[in-house]
């Protein structure tokens, strides 16, 4: 049984520069991270150089390395975009990671509520909780029997309904 022995981490260098895994999935809101290795011998790279194809999908946390290691990729909005990695070795090496952003849901928060007020034969207020989202909410549709009445803002919480009809039955 050994006291104080401290915990040592083995990397292994690939042969020629690359990027791994070669493709992610991550969350809107999410973080998921792939590998720089710059490859070994007289030909390995000692840096690299990150563009993402469009940044209104993912974002990194470095656009360039100098060191292997890990890139973390933050997901913006649901879609998919390629990350290049170009390499400064002899054979100048390019590596694409394919990114796709899985939309994520708003959720409501416990306790959540839809008040009607002012109502009348016809009409009525409406009031509700805010929803949460990972980023933010863009709007909130309302319905009647299943069919859109009405879109407002994310940020509007409130909305006045009429032409509505008194049940009968």
């Known amino acids: 049984h050994l006291r104080g022995q401290a915990r040592t981490e083995i990397f292994i260098e690939p042969l020629a520069p690359s990027v791994s895994p070669g493709a992610l999935t991550v969350d809107k809101g999410g973080t998921a991270s792939f590998t720089v290795a710059f490859g070994q011998g007289a030909g390995r790279a000692t840096s690299a150089d990150i563009t993402v194809a469009d940044g209104g999908i993912a974002s990194v946390n470095q656009t360039q390395v100098a060191t292997p290691g890990s890139v973390t990729v933050t997901g913006l909005a649901a879609g998919t975009t390629d990350i290049t990695v170009v390499f400064n070795d002899t054979a100048s ?35 509700w909780t805010a929803a949460q989202d990972v980023t933010a909410v863009t ?24 032409g509505l009809s008194p049940a009968t039955g």
């Open 139 to 162: 709007g909130y549709k309302l319905y009647q029997d299943g069919a859109e009445i009405a879109t407002v803002a994310g940020d509007v919480y409130s909305r006045t309904v009429t």
């Open 93 to 127: 090496t390019s590596v694409t990671v394919s990114v796709t952003v899985r939309p994520v849901a708003p959720t409501w928060p416990s306790g959540s509520r839809l008040t009607a007020s002012d109502v009348t034969r016809t009409g009525a207020a409406l009031t």
